[in-house]
């Protein structure tokens, strides 16, 4: 008898709640605090659950692959352009982010009929402003980051990382392959020290003195800033400059939060009714002021953390539809790869 | 009797647990992707080296911490040696990547020590002067702090049976402590060390979340980018087959090494109680220091701070679900520890009664589980269900089975199941061997049947043994990462998750709180059984 009463703990310790009906599944490897709290506010307007699983970008598009068309997977979101972009490529997302509000909100070389973008933000170049003249930087571009003058001086993530991967496919889109290939060998060889730490690590290490430029997201300066970080960082934050490059041709590389509708989404229109929320100004200000994003839709400010300190008047790369970070994603990591970018 | 049910249940537990491994080695002929002809002429070589770097300087910090913290609590006495004594397992309850948060935290520019030389010093910059533990260095400290208690437990363990014959000795041929610690001591625990040794060679080479979180390039990361960035399964599986074979290499060393040698324990004639000897002044002084050098470096350190972390940005305290959190931990712990314990029993029991030399085979590959890493194991298993839904199941017209096994408690307690199954199975086949066959026959003579035997004469048995395989379970499963990240249903988080997603979104300070609990739980689990993980005899 004991034998099958632990058998019966057993099943039961594995029997889970049933499913609620009214819901939204939701794959995400964005995971800020503001999001949740987003989440939860669509709950209790809508009264549609939103079920999370967390994880990095990579691990959460392999099991949407794996489980195929059984997947329980509505919404894809994740940070990276580059990201939908490919999933869009390996066929695992559908069409169905039409609607007209979406269509109003959202400018048409930041979404596609599968994905659409959320929140904005440009990744650009940090400086120190003891060490850096304004003569150097003038007219300043990403290809420039290659050039010998930086030698020694320049600090920027590993190859891995997926800002990074999406950046190097913009150049690929307006340079082509070959071109850029050489530039990244010269990035390479412009390199301060072997790519190590985050993007916030970058910006510290011009405070530090390690390097005198770097590469990083908008956002974390204004994080930094934000003194959410800590007054050290604050402090550290106030010795490096923000420079948007590009701006007398195509203009700063862009990219997106985007948000994807799965293929065999089973709440579909749930998930639309969920990104059409995420774009109502409300939303769109809650990131701005959390998350520190430029505003996906018009008619919402940045933060004035964002505004004051990085300006917001900066020509934006509206050329290059974002959906070439996605196609030229392999070719990046290629180029990266054999320059020797760890 | 031979072909019993017990039989059929062992049999049917081997060949599951045997599934990834099985799926890994028969996709080494696969085709592969460009990637790979990349990685060849590029990055290959350099997996190996940092996978080959990483596990030489491990066992090497390993085996000194562990043997030399083991030594001084074992031979002496001098002040704070009883604390040491179970203060050192403590490190157990800091997962590398949780050290690893630690020290980025600690060094980086404007970090904690930045602050504290602020704090001391005034203004100034001092992060040029502050070293960096990252990288691959950051990596070997992370995982040899975390890592070191498995020799020291085993080889605290052996030294705590070495006579005072032997010690003796030593002093008769005139010996320094060095020297008969070098010459008789050390060779005579060997195997007990190289046990450990082989513990921390596993867990180095499975490693994910630290080494992850310092970027490196290992053989184990390799296999994960593959899978997931160039969609190589192929050749995931191919670095994956190296790996494994790398790890049977290490098995195989280890058994012949073992067998040129025998060890005895000598419980009986000859067995004289070792006297501790009292170190004074001085000696007392730097065993002291070393024990407590070990003992903040390892634990007080990371759990500073992320305390530190907690206080200066106590909202992550309150945004974290804390009760659902360590429900849902302790949720899989009591699953997993009551699944893997039972189904240990049966195969052993099974191997026992049934006496089958195949059986004997299939159940010694299939506790390799353990030499696989958990994002290996993943993978195989997500592959695994996603070829036998497509290719079995929906060919006879079932409705897929994927649900079943991918994003539910099940499939994630099947793969712990797969990963841990060699700890439960070998802790319960080593109290096994104390159990005489002689004793089966007797119960049997006076008319107990086959589960009579088991249930009143094996489990009394077996009690210790079976409270210290759970112990280490449970710890395993506090810990682990990628099976749990991979795997895991909707809404479903643990302090290991919970810890490692802040941390990759670049949100250290939020992954202290859940890696604050993470260690504090753990530490519990290892005070509560300190005396089990550390009893001082072999009943």
């Known amino acids: 008898m004991r034998k099958i009463s632990i058998f019966a703990l057993i099943i039961s310790l594995f029997i889970s709640t049933l499913a609620i009906a009214n819901e939204v599944n939701v794959f995400n490897a964005r995971h800020y605090k503001a999001d949740s709290e987003l989440y939860s506010k669509f709950t209790n307007m809508t009264g549609i659950k939103v079920n999370l699983i967390n994880g990095k970008s990579g691990a959460l598009e392999k099991r949407i692959i794996s489980e195929g068309a059984d997947s329980s997977a509505d919404l894809y979101i994740t940070a990276d352009a580059g990201r939908c972009g490919a999933m869009d490529s390996k066929g695992t997302l559908q069409g169905g982010l039409t609607s007209p509000a979406i269509k109003a909100a959202v400018p048409k070389s930041f979404r596609t009929n599968k994905w659409v973008g959320i929140a904005k933000r440009a990744r650009i170049i940090y400086y120190s402003p003891e060490r850096v003249t304004g003569a150097e930087l003038s007219g300043m571009t990403y290809e420039g980051l290659a050039d010998p003058k930086w030698k020694g001086r320049l600090v920027i993530r590993k190859s891995s990382n997926i800002y990074n991967k999406s950046l190097v496919a913009s150049l690929i889109k307006n340079n082509g392959k070959a071109a850029t290939a050489a530039w990244a060998e010269g990035v390479v060889a412009n390199m301060a020290r072997t790519p190590t730490g985050n993007d916030r690590a970058q910006i510290m290490a011009v405070a530090a003195g390690e390097a005198d430029i770097a590469v990083a997201n908008t956002y974390y300066l204004a994080l930094m800033l934000s003194g959410k970080k800590g007054a050290e960082q604050q402090e550290a934050a106030k010795k490096v400059k923000a420079f948007f490059p590009n701006q007398n041709d195509r203009g700063t590389h862009m990219n997106v939060s985007c948000a994807a509708l799965v293929k065999g989404a089973p709440n579909k229109a749930n998930a639309v009714k969920l990104v059409e929320f995420l774009l109502t100004p409300a939303s769109q200000e809650h990131f701005t002021n959390n998350t520190f994003e430029f505003p996906m839709i018009d008619g919402v400010s940045p933060s004035p953390l964002v505004v004051n300190n990085l300006g917001l008047d900066f020509k934006q790369d509206m050329k290059t539809k974002l959906a070439s970070y996605g196609k030229n994603q392999a070719a990046a990591v290629e180029v990266m790869t054999a320059a020797g970018w760890k | 009797m031979k072909f019993n049910s017990w039989f059929f249940s062992s049999f049917l537990i081997s060949c599951i647990v045997l599934i990834p491994i099985i799926t890994v080695f028969t996709s080494f002929f696969e085709n592969t992707s460009n990637y790979y002809e990349i990685l060849k002429n590029t990055f290959l070589i350099e997996y190996i080296f940092n996978s080959f770097i990483l596990l030489i300087s491990v066992l090497f910090f390993t085996f000194v911490i562990g043997t030399g913290t083991a030594y001084l609590v074992s031979f002496y006495k001098f002040p704070g040696s009883e604390f040491f004594k179970w203060a050192l397992i403590l490190s157990f309850a800091v997962p590398p990547y949780i050290y690893a948060y630690s020290l980025t935290a600690f060094f980086e520019n404007y970090g904690t020590a930045f602050t504290i030389l602020k704090n001391l010093f005034g203004e100034a910059n001092y992060n040029k002067n502050i070293p960096k533990f990252d990288g691959m260095f950051g990596a070997i400290l992370s995982i040899s702090f975390s890592l070191y208690a498995y020799v020291y437990i085993l080889a605290r363990a052996s030294f705590l049976y070495q006579s005072q014959n032997l010690i003796d000795l030593g002093k008769n041929l005139g010996f320094s402590k060095f020297k008969s610690f070098n010459k008789i001591i050390l060779p005579s625990a060997r195997p007990a060390i190289v046990a450990g040794l082989s513990l921390v060679a596993m867990e180095t080479l499975a490693e994910f979340g630290a080494v992850d979180f310092f970027s490196i390039n290992t053989l184990t990361t390799g296999i994960y980018n593959s899978w997931i960035y160039f969609d190589d399964l192929a050749f995931a599986n191919r670095i994956s087959f190296f790996l494994l074979l790398f790890i049977f290499s290490l098995f195989i060393l280890e058994n012949l090494s073992r067998r040129k040698a025998k060890y005895h324990f000598n419980s009986k004639g000859g067995f004289k109680k070792k006297e501790k000897i009292k170190l004074f002044g001085g000696e007392a002084l730097s065993a002291f220091i070393f024990c407590f050098i070990i003992f903040f470096i390892s634990f007080l350190f990371p759990l500073s701070q992320m305390f530190y972390w907690t206080i200066k940005f106590p909202e992550n305290l309150f945004d974290l679900q804390i ?213 001082e005899t072999y009943e």
């Open chain 2, 323 to 535: 009760k659902d959190l360590f429900f849902n931990t302790l949720y899989l712990v009591i699953l997993s520890s009551l699944v893997l314990i039972i189904f240990s029993l049966i195969s052993n029991y099974g191997n026992r009664v049934s006496n089958n030399k195949t059986l004997n085979i299939l159940s010694t590959l299939s506790i390799s589980g353990y030499a696989i890493p958990g994002v290996i194991l993943a993978i195989a298993f997500i592959t695994f269900i996603a070829w036998f839904d497509n290719s079995i199941i929906k060919l006879l017209g079932f409705d897929s089975i994927k649900k079943i096994f991918i994003g539910s408690i099940f499939g994630l307690v099947l793969v712990y199941f797969i990963r841990f199954y060699s700890l439960a199975f070998n802790g319960i086949k080593s109290g096994y061997e104390k159990i005489n066959i002689s004793v089966d026959e007797s119960a049997y003579l006076l008319g107990y049947s086959k589960r009579k035997t088991f249930m009143n004469i094996h489990i009394p048995f077996l009690r210790n043994s079976l409270l210290f395989i759970v112990i280490l379970i449970s710890l395993e499963i506090i810990r682990e990462l990628p099976i749990t990240l991979i795997l895991r249903p909707f809404n479903f988080e643990t302090f290991a998750t919970t810890a490692y997603i802040s941390a990759s979104e670049d949100l250290l300070e939020a992954a202290a709180v859940p890696s604050l609990f993470l260690i504090l739980i753990a530490s519990f689990f290892i005070i509560i059984t300190s005396k089990y993980i550390l009893r």
